[in-house]
């Protein structure tokens, strides 16, 4: 079989691998699709290198098909199709016994912290691997897992009906953030530079705002009556974002961090106090946030196929990691694992 292999900063390469045989508790997948994260692109350039064990595989937003189960597993079966919900816990720490698996002090991130899914084949626990129906369209069944990311920050948050929210950041976590959040009955307004994603988002019916030309400060006010958002969540990971998050709540509004700052940034403790705001961390999902995101998918009504604007083979993974970072007229990129341009 092919893998696509981290080697090094800036260094990927098609390797040829055996597929691996299962153990009890494990599963091989075929994997149809898989998306690029902004995490791969991290590891593309170099920034994750404590965490990888070259030449490794990487990425984790995949799904596939069934190919051979281990002896232990018996919610699975040759043929199926599948998702993968990509963690591997302990079981035995602290958060762990306190049902928090997802938050693991030991917790494996599958594609890496082990191989990953930009390849043919791809042995894994069995636990990680989630059926979906026979009729869901794979690619649309690659996108579950950063659906899964965005209802886990709209739990966080506690997102109900009637609810103003504000999104920093229209990438594809932000966008599915505010589809979901406005499929819940929210009144939902993304702040994002990129045109082309503006574009999209008023093609779904949600409001926009521009922080280059915009004050997303006072629109937000404008458009609650002077009251604020009652969530904010925060998906830039840039400083200047989360400058805004702080002033765009309502009091006792609530911000979801979900963008990872690598540096820590300054933030106003004052309007926390002066209107008691509340700050929540997200960090990727529970179980329950992906079975949510499968059926979420399966109702169809989101448009997740539209979040998708290229489909590359499995050895041009880096010209789509290359497409992403050009920016302009993208939102989501997949890699077919079973086609090859060679």
Same mark, same amino acid.
């Given at each position: 079989?092919?893998?696509?292999?981290?080697?090094?900063?800036?260094?990927?390469?098609?390797?040829?691998r055996?597929?691996?045989?299962?153990?009890?508790?494990e599963?091989?997948?075929k994997?149809?699709?898989?998306?690029?994260?902004?995490?791969d692109?991290?590891?593309?350039?170099?920034?994750?290198?404590?965490?990888?064990?070259?030449?490794?595989?990487?990425?984790?937003?995949?799904?596939?098909?069934?190919?051979?189960?281990?002896?232990d597993?018996?919610?699975?079966?040759?043929?199926q199709?599948?998702?993968?919900?990509?963690?591997?816990?302990?079981?035995e720490?602290?958060?762990c016994?306190?049902?928090l698996?997802?938050?693991?002090? =030991?917790l494996?991130?599958?594609?890496i912290?082990?191989?990953?899914a930009?390849?043919?084949?791809?042995?894994?626990?069995?636990?990680?691997?989630?059926?979906?129906?026979?009729?869901?369209?794979?690619?649309?069944?690659?996108?579950i897992e950063?659906?899964?990311?965005?209802?886990?920050?709209?739990?966080r948050?506690?997102?109900?009906?009637?609810?103003f929210?504000?999104?920093?950041?229209?990438?594809?976590?932000?966008?599915?953030?505010?589809?979901?959040? =406005?499929?819940?009955g929210?009144?939902?307004?993304?702040?994002?530079l990129?045109?082309?994603?503006?574009?999209?988002?008023?093609?779904?019916?949600?409001?926009t705002l521009?922080?280059?030309?915009?004050?997303?400060?006072?629109?937000?006010?404008?458009?609650?009556?002077?009251?604020?958002?009652?969530?904010v969540?925060?998906?830039?990971?840039?400083?200047?974002?989360?400058?805004?998050?702080?002033?765009?709540?309502?009091n006792r509004?609530?911000?979801?961090?979900?963008?990872?700052?690598?540096?820590p940034?300054?933030i106003?403790?004052?309007?926390?106090?002066?209107r008691?705001?509340?700050?929540?961390?997200?960090?990727?999902?529970?179980?329950e946030?992906?079975?949510?995101?499968?059926?979420?998918?399966?109702? =169809?009504?989101?448009?997740?196929?539209?979040l998708?604007?290229?489909?590359?083979?499995?050895d041009?993974?880096?010209?789509?990691?290359?497409?992403?970072?050009?920016?302009?007229?993208v939102? =989501?990129?997949?890699?077919?694992?079973?086609?090859?341009?060679?």
């Amino acid at each position: 079989m092919k893998a696509a292999c981290y080697i090094e900063k800036e260094r990927i390469e098609i390797k040829d691998r055996e597929p691996v045989a299962p153990a009890a508790d494990e599963v091989r997948v075929k994997v149809s699709y898989c998306g690029i994260c902004g995490t791969d692109m991290h590891i593309y350039h170099g920034a994750m290198d404590k965490r990888l064990t070259p030449p490794q595989s990487i990425g984790h937003e995949a799904s596939g098909v069934v190919d051979t189960v281990g002896s232990d597993v018996t919610h699975l079966k040759p043929g199926q199709k599948v998702v993968v919900m990509p963690l591997d816990w302990c079981g035995e720490c602290p958060s762990c016994r306190d049902g928090l698996t997802h938050i693991c002090h =030991k917790l494996k991130f599958l594609g890496i912290d082990t191989e990953g899914a930009f390849q043919n084949y791809w042995t894994l626990p069995a636990r990680a691997v989630l059926p979906v129906p026979d009729d869901m369209d794979l690619k649309t069944a690659a996108l579950i897992e950063p659906l899964a990311v965005a209802l886990h920050d709209l739990r966080r948050g506690a997102v109900k009906r009637g609810d103003f929210v504000a999104v920093i950041g229209g990438g594809p976590i932000g966008a599915l953030i505010a589809l979901a959040a =406005k499929e819940r009955g929210a009144r939902v307004v993304v702040s994002e530079l990129n045109e082309h994603r503006l574009a999209m988002f008023a093609e779904f019916g949600i409001e926009t705002l521009n922080p280059s030309r915009d004050d997303v400060v006072a629109a937000v006010k404008s458009m609650t009556g002077g009251r604020g958002a009652d969530v904010v969540f925060e998906v830039s990971a840039h400083p200047a974002g989360l400058e805004t998050a702080v002033k765009l709540p309502c009091n006792r509004g609530k911000i979801v961090v979900v963008g990872i700052f690598s540096q820590p940034p300054q933030i106003s403790l004052f309007d926390f106090f002066w209107r008691e705001l509340e700050l929540y961390g997200a960090r990727v999902y529970e179980k329950e946030d992906y079975l949510e995101a499968i059926d979420l998918a399966c109702k =169809k009504v989101l448009p997740l196929d539209k979040l998708i604007s290229a489909v590359y083979p499995l050895d041009k993974l880096v010209d789509g990691i290359q497409k992403l970072q050009e920016g302009g007229k993208v939102m =989501k990129v997949l890699i077919d694992c079973q086609e090859e341009n060679n």
